[in-house]
């Protein structure tokens, strides 16, 4: 199932933006040489699918394409899959997404069937942590292979993934976006001190981009929602914060509390750790010195030391050996 969970991506994809710089930064070179940014329309929407039953967790723009001389509107389907796990079944779900936008486009008079399809490049958005390990065309789900006069028969459609965490730190550097320092603050998000570095950048990317004011709005919303989730200690200060640009300063001091908390935590949580690790080798310790008398029973031990009985018998076990 797609995971519903208020990622704020689809709000940073309702602008042409972002999309740009998700095309320029990230789709192939020669996909992006071709489109006319300034033709970007948007047409998302959100479909009830009879197979699926859900809502679609997607974005699409149609943008004007320079091909051999021919001027056409491609539309761009970009399907955001943040899960935990990854679905094996994303060909068959983007086949099926797909053939929906061409039913709705029909249903809407944007075509008909006798005048045809307009291109469709499907992208997929992908920020878990595991190796995406789905095919990316339908038709390397056909198992087995099918005999060569079949194959020209079976079902094909390919998708272009952009997977987040396979970029490096160097690479999202160089394209020096806004949307390249998002990526960067979701693979920090497990290292609060990478987390402050990434956020910095980030919003001197914003600052130096032409569209400035509407990105920074839109980025530093999502940005909140991020931290949220993060379970952030600076929550509960960070309705005051309103521009990731002018309130930069308040941000980092609140991230830098956070640090601190965190630090402290992993302090505590290591002394605790020790601890218990002393107690046990106290408790394995008096546990061999009873077994050597030979006075009580390995239950009267465990009883004695703490330990289980099952520990206590592997001891003497040890012991025998």
């Excluded at 949220?228 to 509390?257: C, F, P, Y």
Aim: hydrophobic content about 40%.
């Amino acid at each position: 199932m797609v995971n519903h969970h208020d990622t704020g991506y689809k709000e940073l994809f309702s602008y042409p933006e972002l999309v740009r710089q998700l095309m320029e930064g990230f789709a192939p070179p020669e996909v992006s040489a071709m489109m006319d940014f300034s033709t970007l329309t948007d047409h998302s929407g959100n479909y009830i699918t009879p197979l699926f039953n859900e809502k679609f967790e997607d974005k699409v723009w149609s943008v004007e394409v320079d091909w051999e001389g021919v001027r056409q509107r491609v539309f761009v389907y970009l399907l955001l899959e943040f899960q935990s796990t990854v679905d094996h079944r994303l060909p068959i779900r983007m086949l099926h997404y797909v053939a929906c936008f061409y039913d709705h486009l029909i249903k809407t008079k944007v075509t008909t069937a006798r005048k045809g399809m307009p291109p469709i490049f499907p992208v997929v958005l992908y920020n878990g942590s595991k190796r995406w390990t789905a095919r990316e065309d339908i038709y390397r789900m056909v198992r087995p292979e099918p005999p060569m006069f079949l194959r020209v028969y079976q079902p094909h459609l390919r998708y272009y993934l952009v997977n987040e965490s396979a970029f490096t730190e160097d690479e999202l550097a160089k394209r020096d976006t806004p949307l390249s320092g998002i990526f960067e603050v979701e693979k920090a998000s497990k290292d609060v001190e990478a987390l402050q570095g990434a956020v910095k950048r980030l919003a001197a990317r914003i600052r130096a981009h032409p569209e400035k004011a509407r990105l920074d709005e839109v980025i530093t919303r999502w940005l909140k929602r991020h931290l949220k989730r993060l379970g952030a200690e600076a929550e509960q200060a960070l309705e005051e914060i309103n521009s990731l640009v002018e309130d930069h300063a308040m941000l980092a001091e609140n991230l830098q509390t956070w640090a601190e908390k965190e630090r402290q935590k992993g302090r505590q949580e290591g002394r605790q750790e020790g601890e218990e690790i002393g107690l046990q080798k106290g408790q394995r310790l008096a546990a061999m010195n009873l077994l050597k008398l030979g006075l009580l029973t390995d239950e009267q031990i465990a009883q004695t030391t703490g330990l289980s009985l099952t520990e206590v018998i592997a001891l003497r076990s040890g012991q025998a050996h």
